[in-house]
């Protein structure tokens, strides 16, 4: 029995190795789509959704992506 309970206590825990630079991609991604839509547009409006897809450009860079290999 006390070993079940000391598993239980030191499996409260979980240590994942995450490595920070995966962010920074993303976040420099993210300025220069913006950067880049935040150019284009031609209006307030049009700026705005250019920021929302500054947001989720990696999602449609891996759906087109996966399309194209056929997956």
Known sequence: MDNEQDFKCKSKHHYHAVSSSNGAVYGLGFIGAAVFFLLKATTFWVGVVGILKAL????????????????
């Open 56 to 71: 989720v450009w990696p999602a449609f860079l891996v759906f087109y992506a996966l399309r194209a290999l056929g997956a």
